[in-house]
């Protein structure tokens, strides 16, 4: 039988802005429902380290905004999301509990942040990187806006270098990116190397979480600037 997908077809398929988008927009009536209990563990071990850091808060594809309960009463909160349709949850879900510790919620490109530098002490990132089309863009964008002495807190599916797993995500990729994923696209390899060039930004903790194994929560601090005197 021939094969329908080339493994090289894989880094051909369009996955722009609008792409993103359309999925997420789909996904908003069923998300809650879907992902909420699958992704409980990871999203409560993000929210504490975040509750640990505390001060200003950007959370970066906020979505139907299922995490904004759960942040600590003295935290900041501005959320981001590309997807109209989900920040409309969300804001019926702030509204409804009364969360006044979050700011503004606003639609919002995770590759084009609209705030200035170093404005927020925490950066959050769930289930975000693998999903915008330029990562490493947009891992610039949250070290821009983040705070000396301020973490970056990603929770992420992490992709394999190789072996039968790599095969088989790079198989389900094209399944899978209309749906607004990506399988096999974001090595940690690729996470490395990204952090390999950027100076002020060092890994503090890479956890796995469930489930499946395949994902991690990563905490990047953002180092504080020494001048070296003449």
Known sequence: MAEIFKLDDV??????????????????????????GVFSKGRKAAIQ?????????????????ISLPQYASHLRIFGTDISEAMLQKAKRRVNDLGLKNVEELAVMDAEKLEFPDNSFDVVMAQYVVTAVPNPEAALDEFARVLRPGGELIILTRI????GVRRFIERRLQP?????GFRTAEF??????????????????????????????LLRIRKTTTTVTPD
Do not use: C
Request: net charge negative; charged share 25%.
């Open 187 to 216: 090595t940690w390899s690729r996470y490395a190397q990204w952090l390999a060039g950027a100076a002020e930004m060092e890994l503090v903790e890479n956890r796995p979480i469930p489930p499946l194994g395949h994902f991690s």
């Open 175 to 179: 399944v899978v990116r209309p749906l």
């Open 159 to 162: 992709s394999a270098d190789a």
């Open 49 to 65: 380290a975040t509750n640990r850091v505390g001060g200003r808060v950007l959370e970066v594809g906020v979505g139907t905004g």
């Open 11 to 36: 880094e051909k398929l369009d996955f722009d802005r609008a792409t993103v988008e359309q999925a997420y927009d789909r996904w908003a009536p069923v998300y809650d429902f879907v992902f909420g």
